[in-house]
């Protein structure tokens, strides 16, 4: 069995990788991820959500292969953004933000950008990593302003990229997607597969 240390405090992620039959070793990752975003924007204005979320991920999983608990494993780090009307958005934090968010997400579509980022750390004196970003487009449902109240006021959308989920109570606000269901989750599975074969990796090797 191939071995994969999951760089993610992420509950979606670990409940996706658990329901394909993977169970990951989890080590936190050390990465400043808003410190690392307004450095990025700095650097590059013209920063897109893919650069964005495949910077981070690659961050998130090189703050962590120095650890000895991911020698020996292939270490994937993730992170997502939705692009939505030419703004870039993350996690919003505030119940204020959250709710503003979703009057404007209310009936409209944008796109979930899952970065995802696997290190080959097998020989941890050479580590190798690869990139790949998956997009997804989502179209949201027409809300009522006490629908918007309700489901800010669970929490839920103030911890997870774009203020929703699609396998939590957002679900229920989500019209369809075009793409990867998993990319919205915030970890494509196809793209797992694709990064570990690219490593000489066969993908069920994972399942536990």
Do not use: C
Not at 92 to 112: C, D, F, T, Y
């Amino acid at each position: 069995m191939t071995r994969l240390v999951l760089a993610s405090s992420s509950p979606a992620r670990l409940a996706l990788l658990r329901s394909a039959g993977i169970e990951p070793e989890i080590v936190l990752p050390d990465a400043d991820e808003p410190a690392l975003a307004a450095a990025a924007k700095a650097k590059n204005p013209n920063l897109t959500a893919e650069d964005l979320v495949a910077l981070l991920a690659k961050a998130k999983a090189e703050s962590v292969i120095s650890d000895p608990a991911t020698h020996g494993a292939l270490v994937l780090g993730g992170d997502s953004a939705l692009e939505f009307q030419g703004e870039i958005l993350g996690k919003p934090h505030e119940p204020e933000i959250a709710a503003m968010r979703w009057q404007k997400l209310s009936g409209n579509s944008g796109v979930l950008h899952s970065g995802h980022y696997l290190i080959d750390n097998r020989d941890p004196e050479s580590p190798v990593g690869s990139s790949m970003v998956s997009s997804t487009r989502v179209f949201f449902s027409k809300l009522s302003d006490q629908e918007i109240a309700d489901y800010v006021q669970t929490g839920e959308p103030l911890k997870v990229a774009g203020a929703f989920t699609i396998d939590g109570l957002g679900g229920a606000f989500i019209d369809r997607i075009e793409g990867d269901s998993h990319t919205v989750v915030g970890l494509s599975l196809k793209v797992l597969r694709e990064l570990a074969t690219g490593f000489g990796v066969h993908y069920p090797s994972f399942w536990r």
